[in-house]
C-alpha cells in the first residue's frame, strides 16, 4: 500500500525533459502495454487506443503541432509557443491516447438505456489509463508531462501513425530524462474536497 502511495504522491508534472533516459526501450513499451492492458473500463468496453511515438516519431509529432500552431499564433507571439513546443520535443518519446470511437456506438447500440452515458465512461476509463501510465512512467525514473493540443493535430497525426479515422485524439503524453525537479503547486485544504461521516 505505502509503496502504491508512493508512487501517486511523486507522479508530478515535469517540462524540464531530455532524451538520456534512465531505461530500456523495451521497459517502457512493456509498462505502457501492461498499464492498456490492465486498466479497466465500463462494461468491459476497452475502447482506449495507444500510440507510443519514440526516435523521430516523436519528434514528429512535435513538428505537426508546431506547423499547427504557426498558422493560427501571432507572428510576433510565435517565440514562446515554439520554444515550449521544442521544450516537448526535447524529451524522449510521447504517448498518444485515442479513443476507438466505433467500440462506443457499438455499446450505445446494444445497451440503448446507457446510451448517452457510454461516451462519459469511455472517458473516464481513458483518463484512468493516462494516470497509470504517467504514474508507471514517473516510477521507472522518467519526467511525464500531459498535453492537450487536439483536434488542432488530430488529422495529420492519425494520417501519420495510419490510424483509423474512428480513432478520436484525446491527449499527448511526453516524457523523457527529467533534467530538474517538477515545479511546486498549491493543494487545496483537503476538508475542502473530501468529507467523511463515519
Known amino acids: 500500500m505505502k509503496c502504491f502511495q508512493e508512487a501517486v504522491i511523486n507522479r508530478r508534472t515535469n517540462y524540464a525533459l531530455g ?3 534512465p531505461v530500456l526501450p523495451s521497459q517502457i513499451v512493456a509498462a505502457v502495454e501492461r498499464m492498456t492492458q490492465e486498466v479497466p473500463s465500463s462494461f468491459n468496453m476497452q475502447s482506449a487506443r495507444v500510440v507510443l511515438a ?18 493560427i499564433v501571432p507572428v510576433d507571439k ?9 521544450s516537448f520535443a526535447a524529451g524522449y518519446g510521447t504517448v498518444l ?10 455499446l450505445q447500440g446494444k445497451y440503448p438505456p446507457y446510451a448517452e452515458n457510454f461516451p462519459i465512461w469511455a472517458s473516464q476509463a481513458n483518463g484512468m489509463l493516462q494516470f497509470a501510465i504517467w504514474t508507471q512512467l514517473t516510477s521507472m525514473g522518467l519526467g511525464v ?20 479515422q474512428s480513432w ?3 491527449a ?27
Do not use: C
Open 97 to 106: 491516447f485515442f479513443e476507438e470511437t466505433d467500440a462506443v456506438k457499438e
Open 19 to 21: 532524451k538520456e533516459i
Open 168 to 170: 478520436s485524439l484525446v
Open 54 to 71: 519514440m526516435g523521430e516519431h516523436h519528434e514528429k509529432v512535435w513538428s505537426i503541432t508546431k506547423e499547427a500552431l504557426r498558422r
Open 78 to 86: 510565435f517565440g514562446a509557443t515554439e520554444q515550449k513546443i521544442d
Open 145 to 164: 508531462n500531459i498535453q492537450h493540443y487536439n483536434p488542432l493535430i488530430d488529422e495529420k497525426v492519425k494520417a501519420h501513425f495510419d490510424v483509423p
Open 172 to 198: 499527448q503524453m511526453v516524457f523523457g530524462a527529467p533534467l530538474a525537479p517538477p515545479q511546486p503547486i498549491e493543494k487545496m485544504p483537503i476538508s475542502e474536497r473530501v468529507k467523511v461521516f463515519d
